[in-house]
């Protein structure tokens, strides 16, 4: 929905026990009336990859937990996310404890690709999670205007790191990825652009 579109007000019927628990959500959750939290409400709904358009392009997350112990996990992952670093944009590698890893890709790309990417992580022997959450939909005409994406990812592996102290260790690595864009326009022209 665009900030400029005009509001048309309609009803909706629900039961009345529906409405109060409904009411009791949305203060709890800071709104200050119905419509807000029923456009929100819309806007997740749309966002739901499995009302989109699998030719839409779509930017979000791929969130996943996986044990690091099972044997070539890792080198499996590495690899599935080489063979979709077009849509990859970043990732971000916690260590949850002594086995568990919680790692985030930050995606765009086709929706059917990265739908594609998530079910072939959540299928992995160790992988008890793999979610892909939509947060932006591209509108039509406006996705990549003039650019084409040959994403030389040359990795910059910056580290950050969080402490627990008195327990464990816990350690962020945020990988980027440096992006080459080509401009039609400007017949071809690498541009870099820091990711």
Known sequence: MNDKDALVRFGISMPQSLIDQYDRLIALQ????????IRDLARKALLASSSLQPEGTVAGTIVMVYDHHV???????????????QEIISTMHIHLNHAQCLE???VRGKVHQLRELQQRIQVLRGVSYAELSVTHV????????????GHDHGHEHGQMHAHKHGYEQDHVHVHKHAHEHEHA???????????
């Open 30 to 37: 800071g709104y200050d009336n119905r419509s807000e939290a």
């Open 71 to 85: 044997r070539e996990l890792p080198m499996t992952l590495m690899e599935l996310q080489h063979d979709y670093h």
């Open 104 to 106: 985030i890709l930050v």
């Open 138 to 149: 591209d509108e039509p005409g406006t996705a990549g205007e003039g650019h084409e994406h």
């Open 185 to 195: 326009a400007e017949g071809g022209k690498p541009e870099p652009e820091n990711g």
